[in-house]
């Protein structure tokens, strides 16, 4: 099985990408397909340290930047790296594709190249992120994909998650939260009230409401938002640990007995980091496109590659796209949508 | 001008309260009164280093406990003191309301007995939270008052918002950033989209959406959501500073150099404590209802309460409430709200 990189995508490319891909070739078992300005790929394959028989180059020379609007861009440039990348998993000459680029673009491209997984029913795909907590890694989903949603979504996203969470996170019979402002029942809005019905009903191992508390903890290994509260969860978190890190490092040099002090702290700190920092968990996944697509940080360097094509490797063998079609097997989304629609707008009103 | 204190609400009750009252009377101009059982808060007061004076005690046994459902319990105990307090408020007998106790059951009931400014067409009260940032501190509001919001509720927050942020925080000109998922004026959901609308035509100085990293950053010095995003961020942060604190002292526990350092750092760990903490900034507050109302943190301390006295007697010097009232002249919500309901219903389809 093949990896289709875009190895224009990110903010240290194709350098970083293509270093990450020469030192994952001497263990992964497929191909790597890198998708990008040739001439520019090529000057860091040079090294010799990789095998080489294992890459193949894609050429283009369009490729989407971070800053642009993602449908803009995708339809002005035919030809982007991302493009070419997701006609690759249409056409399965790819199982998986990796980008660290612009993630609107990668999700609209995939999107719309690939599709969602065959004869599963699925309704809308999800971004996850597996989120650093206090006692174990947890998936968030959906974490910006869908920035509305219906109850029926949610269900098929907690579906999803523990296909992941069972398959890749090793978690048998793993515990699904949904995100809410407090654990009762009747807490939260229309969507979250008609979604915990709707998890309660479907035989998944669900636990109720979470709170980011909860979450932060550590208390569940799925928890499933709409998009809009997933994306701003992780964001919170994210700017919330920036924040901390920021102070902390500014009132340590403020103090001279304190900078002494952090001298005898380098490996708490490289150890907070990485344990902070959820890119190190693999990057994103866009679960319920008919392909494998891991996501990674813009800031993504060499380690980073290699990790997230460690990732798609395993995925692939196990064989998680089928998975998760086979997990959603019986799922009534479109009679429950139906249904919930009536009861939203009374809610609502 | 009198504040009425629950001396019952909050963890360390009512030691903490009584104590911070005693200490504050030494400064204030009003007196304080304060509500719960009237035995075990005279223990409290007998100290002598505070001015009885300007103390009262009205007698209630009854009280609601941190974990109660808030509407079951303020039905079954009538004469709670968070009742009892909020009938200060409405009776105008005090000015101002502070509570530790359970953030549901004080908004219940101050909005209840107490209900929304006069002839100021506030449609619905909003949890007010002064957050610290990197560059300043900013407020975020609804924190958690209405999970289900309109647009034009939205708009009235942000108005509310300035009105504090102007008279309390000396921001003359505060910038307000509605709380998206990204930073392009389309982006979000029907919520968001129609909020930005409203924002941009209102004459505040709106500078558009803002991210959580944003937020963090203190770009912002008003930030506007609906109650279900707001109380998610808010909670998203305080539980990933909780994560970060923890995390930090287990790794520098587990080595014996990394502790040598930290004690170094005392005084870094205390400053960061207080920096994260958004209680030290004096509590939530309730806006739009007709009286001040503080919401101090749940394991607040005799210091909390000074704060949260000081606080108080700030706002009601500033004569917040008819500021608040002032600035909302000319609202026209009750037109745009019906102007919007057919929108978002198409939208949301």
Redesign the interface.
Known sequence: MNIAIDAMGGDHTPAEIAKGALEASREISGEIILVGDETKIKKYLDSGKGDLSKIQIRHTDQYIEMDE?PSLALRKKKDASIIVAAKLLKKKEAAALISAGNTGAIMEAVVLNVGRIRHSNIKRPALSVVLP??RQSTILLDA?AN??CKPAYLLQFAKMGCTYARNILDRPNPRVGL?N?GS?EK????I?VAAYELLSQSGINFIGNV???????GDVDVAVAD???G???L??????????T???KD??KS?K??M??????K??FR??KE??DHSEHGGALLFGVDGICIKAHGKSDAKTIVSAIRLAERMAKQDIIRKFAEDMAGDTADEEEERREGEI?E??A
Chains 1, 2 share one sequence.
């Open positions: 609007t907590t206090y910006g920035a509305e995100m402002i009762e807490k939260g809005n229309a979250t709170e980011p508390s909860g979450l932060m903890n998009g809009f509260v994306n701003m969860v964001k919170t978190a994210e700017g919330t640990a920036e924040f901390f920021k102070v902390l009132l340590i103090e007995l304190a002494l002090g952090a001298l005898f702290q490996n708490v150890k907070l344990k902070m707008s809610r609502s």
